[in-house]
């Protein structure tokens, strides 16, 4: 065998390990993204029980620069025909945010815990109290966040119709600062609008994304928020659909959070929600195949999510499949990218994107690029359950 003959075996092998490590996201990806084009579906029955109170919760940490911003969104919001409470968490926080937040006009629990650091422990201690008060529902918005006027008619509305969960759509308001920005936007547009949109009009339950979604008391009662890791999000979100639960997509109302747009803020927060989504993959994977194999269906979709890496490594995968000789695994890398070019065009048509995010997809090699360099950072994050790290955003540079 000489040298050449070599290299292109290895190189077949590589191509078509990389095929078949993206072939479950394709799959996930090309569904989703029809689903996403499909009838809007209708709203849920009516519950049984209807609800007089709702918390908004707002888990905060060192936000004392974001928090008034937020709650005189939400104040200025839209008031429905039940009563709405805002109540900031100021969770280990060294800063002003519980002063702050109250002359804002919110209700303020103020949690202090040096070993148990977290969103999610924020979130589990509002709840556990709001409960014990009575109150019928929830909506969860980050702290650095503006939502829509339509925001409790919707989100709350539909809760009210009997929806265990809801999500509502959620983009990055600060999207014209900067190339990366933008292109964020345009990754929130397919993450966080085409994909739960796809899967709602697929009768799936849409998935939560840590800003902007909610519960009714019944669905808290019976899946205590229990989730702990850095996404902890998507971690709750595999014990709603583990019971039953379904997580409705609300299409119609928007939440905006800032997003950072140069600096080390970018690089922290992409490594630990992808590290952390990595290590979801690696506990919880062999789980929900486990359930599969048991005939319970609902949990496909889950895995099929779990598998469908971050679209930079999704893409990378499929440029490898693509560039090799086999021709069954080139044409499984070149359908898989006419996928994701697909996706990418429903997204931003979907989302109420504009050229700019057409033309942001220039920069995309330059971002893929980028995001291979973080591998080691992302694969630190990992191996652990990180701390709740406030992002450092432009606002907290020009303070400075």
């Not at 019944?218 to 039953?244: C, F, I, K, R, W």
Request: overall charge positive; proline content about 4%.
């Amino acid at each position: 065998m000489t040298l050449t003959t070599l290299f292109v075996a290895i190189w077949c092998c590589i191509g078509f390990a990389a095929a078949l490590a993206s072939l479950p996201g394709s799959v996930e990806l090309f569904c989703l993204t029809v689903g996403a084009v499909l009838p809007r579906r209708s709203k849920p029955r009516e519950a049984k029980k209807r609800f007089e109170r709702l918390a908004v919760v707002v888990p905060a940490h060192n936000e004392e620069s974001n928090i008034g911003t937020c709650i005189a969104s939400l104040r200025h919001a839209e008031q429905p025909d039940f009563q709405v409470e805002i109540v900031v968490v100021a969770d280990n926080c060294e800063d002003h945010t519980a002063r702050v937040a109250a002359e804002s006009g919110a209700s303020v629990l103020v949690r202090q815990d040096s070993n148990l650091r977290g969103k999610g422990y924020a979130l589990d201690f509002a709840f556990t109290k709001l409960l014990a008060e009575g109150v019928g529902a929830f909506l969860v918005v980050d702290a650095d966040t503006e939502v829509a006027a339509n925001f409790f008619q919707e989100a709350g509305g539909m809760l009210q119709a009997g929806a265990d969960a809801v999500q509502c759509r959620y983009l990055v308001k600060n999207a014209g600062e900067s190339i990366r920005t933008r292109l964020m936007n345009v990754a929130f547009l397919g993450f966080n609008v085409t994909r739960p949109r796809g899967r709602d009009r697929l009768g799936l339950s849409c998935g939560i994304y840590g800003n902007g979604f909610g519960m009714r008391r019944e669905t808290l009662e019976q899946v205590p928020y229990l989730a702990a890791s850095v996404v902890e999000d998507l971690e709750y979100h595999l014990s709603l659909v583990h019971a039953g639960k379904q997580v409705r997509f609300v299409d119609r109302a928007i939440v905006r959070g800032v997003m950072p747009a140069a600096g080390k803020g970018v690089e922290t927060q992409r490594s630990r929600w992808e590290g952390g989504r990595l290590r979801i993959l690696r506990e919880r994977a062999p789980g929900l195949a486990l359930e599969i194999l048991r005939g319970r269906i609902r949990a496909t979709e889950p895995l099929l999510d779990l598998l469908l890496l971050p679209l930079a490594f999704h893409v990378t995968l499929l440029v490898v499949a693509a560039s090799t000789p086999l021709l069954i695994v080139r044409a499984t890398g070149l359908a898989g990218l006419a996928v994701v070019a697909m996706h990418l065009f429903v997204a931003i048509l979907v989302g109420g994107g504009s050229w700019r995010d057409f033309a942001a997809l220039l920069a995309a090699p330059f971002y893929v690029l980028w995001k291979l360099l973080l591998i080691p950072s992302l694969v630190r994050n990992s191996r652990s359950n990180s701390a709740w790290v406030r992002t450092e955003r432009k606002a907290d540079q020009k303070s400075r």
